[in-house]
């Protein structure tokens, strides 16, 4: 039996949990919810109707039907939940088109830009930012650009070990057609599932590997992009000095300046040799100094992140108040034992304390991968399969507890060593302080490192509140609004790999230079003069050029 998407949550339908379980989580957070809220059919759905039609000969690219319209009006962030749970779509894209080719995605820029009609691209719809919805003011219409149709890997380059792939392959599609081959692009983000190659460029986002190669930028060889001025194609070249970067320019792009058709990628053959193991510390400043040790050491490893006492808990790898450093290497090539071993050492050194079962290193045989990047049936630490059990499903639960009344937040950054232990008691108080002050009651917060580096970390806060019936958003938007606040004046990024989208313009505008937004505001008018790129997203809507 084929499997549907959830249109209005994470996901699988079949995964989502039970009334029962939602009562469960609605319980154990003390909600004000006596049952979770009912899952409103798309067939009930009251949208507008669309207010415009394409020309004949892009009628087969477009659809107008209310699933499809439904499904593209948000993306997965706790807010579009809330707001699909209760069936407030008040701007649903009037067309969803699905190119398959790209002289599709020409003809369809070339008709919106003459149309009036703004576009914005999709992939696997999983933003958690609001990147993925646009009101459309000064528009005639709307129109969501899914790209999933694209998704063939069109050609692999042995000898070079790259890959030609269209950006709207999700990551199973893409992996499925590398996998004969003997390679991997061996990017897992979360979203892994649900997310495209064309999204994971268009937010720079992170994946996998929690040192070295933590963003998709560093996977890039070369991109080819179609905006609505034409067609932009860098060369295949494994590095260059030749001027600011043509590709730095379209990542982080977020649809505002073209659509990403293809990516030439870096590839690599597939793991053979994994071990993984878990480290526990009685104080966080211990667990911290060890990350950044093994962050400078040059050991790189596949896995280094590092979980607080209530991340730990919440996964049920530690229920005593520790801090539980996850630690793993993989190679392709050679044994990977001595390198944990000297992870252990470094470890130990700053008092951590190697937990009780750990992992013996083997073979991968399975052909099969998760979403984290593990091999099913590989030999693992428990603590650490207990924490990639939880990840996995966490966003499910997420969904569970907005049916609650539930308020959950996650938000990411990364700062400098020399300020990272301030800033995680920072959040702690004063975003505590705030959730208590607005919901009336004491939430959790709970952090994990998910990326480290030489020079800082990268710190995942993850918020959980009981809510009010009815209130749910504008509370959500003043926690937001109070972590926002924290992380600018810590001057750590408004975000590590979630992008801007429309939910932290406020911060990004703040973070990054004047004068580097009017030269975007520049780029954007030279690459897009009707202005019609998912307008909003990264700069402010801009007036046609004239």
């Known amino acids: ?53 394409v020309p004949k000969p892009l009628g087969h690219l477009s ?37 398959t080719t790209e002289a599709d995605v020409i003809n369809i820029l070339d008709w919106a830009t003459s149309a009036n ?46 890959a030609c792939i269209q950006a709207g392959a999700l990551g199973p599609i893409l992996e499925d057609q590398l996998r004969p081959h003997g390679y991997t692009l061996r990017h897992f983000p979360q979203s892994f599932e649900f997310s495209t190659l064309g999204g994971w460029l268009a937010t720079r986002a992170g994946g996998h590997y929690a040192t070295l190669h933590t963003h998709i930028d560093d996977f890039v060889e070369s991109m080819r992009v179609v905006t609505p001025s ?21 990542l982080g792009s977020e649809g505002t300046l ?12 597939r793991p053979e040799f994994r071990k993984s193991v878990s480290v526990r510390f009685a104080h966080g400043t211990s667990a911290m100094a060890a990350v950044r040790e093994i962050a400078q050491s040059g050991l790189h490893p596949a896995n280094c992140r590092l979980l607080d006492p209530g991340e730990a808990a919440l996964a049920g790898s530690a229920t005593n108040g520790e801090w539980v450093l996850v630690l793993g290497m993989e190679s392709a090539h050679h044994p990977v034992e001595a390198g944990v071993g000297a992870l252990i050492e470094i470890a130990q050194g700053c008092g951590g304390v190697l937990a009780g079962s750990q992992a013996t290193e083997g073979r991968s045989t399975s052909s099969g991968e998760r979403g984290d990047g593990v091999t099913s049936g590989e030999t693992r630490d428990g603590a650490a399969d207990a924490w990639r059990s939880t990840f996995l499903r966490m966003p499910y639960v997420r969904d569970a507890m ?27 108080t004063e975003i505590g302080s705030a959730v208590e002050q607005i919901t009336g009651a004491p939430g959790l917060i709970n952090c994990r490192f998910t990326h480290v580096y030489p020079d800082g970390a990268a710190p995942y806060f993850t918020v959980i ?5 009815g209130s749910e958003l504008a509370m959500w938007d003043e926690i937001k609004a109070a972590s ?37 505001r520049a780029v954007k008018r030279e690459l897009d003069p009707a202005g019609i790129m998912n307008p909003g997203v990264l700069v402010d809507q801009i007036p046609p050029k004239t």
Not at 122 to 149: I, K, M, N, Q, R
């Open 1 to 53: 039996m084929q499997r549907t998407r959830s249109w209005w949550g994470w996901g699988w339908d079949d995964q989502a949990l039970s009334d029962a379980e939602c009562t469960a989580y609605g319980r154990l957070l003390g909600s004000h919810a006596d049952q979770p809220v009912p899952i409103p059919q798309v067939t009930d759905l009251q949208l507008r109707p669309s207010r415009i039609e």
């Open 63 to 99: 659809f107008s039907d209310p699933l499809s319209r439904a499904s593209h009006t948000f993306g997965k962030a706790y807010r579009d939940v809330v707001r699909a749970l209760n069936a407030q779509l008040d701007y649903p894209p009037d067309l969803v088109a699905r190119p």
């Open 117 to 162: 009609v703004a576009v914005v691209p999709y992939g696997g719809g999983s933003s958690v930012v609001g990147a993925v919805e646009c009101p459309g003011d000064g528009f005639d219409a709307v129109v969501s650009l899914d790209l999933s149709a694209m998704d063939r890997v069109l050609e692999v380059d042995e000898l070079s070990q790259a």
């Open 230 to 250: 034409g067609l932009s194609e860098s060369w295949r070249l494994p590095g260059s000095g030749a001027g600011p970067s043509p590709d730095r320019l379209m």
């Open 258 to 269: 073209g659509v990403i058709t293809e990516a030439w990628m870096r590839i690599q053959r």
């Open 402 to 428: 907005a049916r609650m009344s539930a308020i959950t937040e996650t938000f990411e950054t990364a700062t400098t060593w020399d300020r990272v232990e301030d800033l995680y008691k920072s959040v702690n």
């Open 465 to 469: 509140a009981a809510g009010r019936l």
């Open 484 to 520: 926002m606040e924290v992380l600018v004046r810590h001057r750590a990024t408004v975000t590590h790999h979630h992008a801007v989208g429309r939910d932290h313009r406020p911060g990004y505008d703040r973070q990054r230079p004047e004068l580097f937004a009017a030269a975007l």
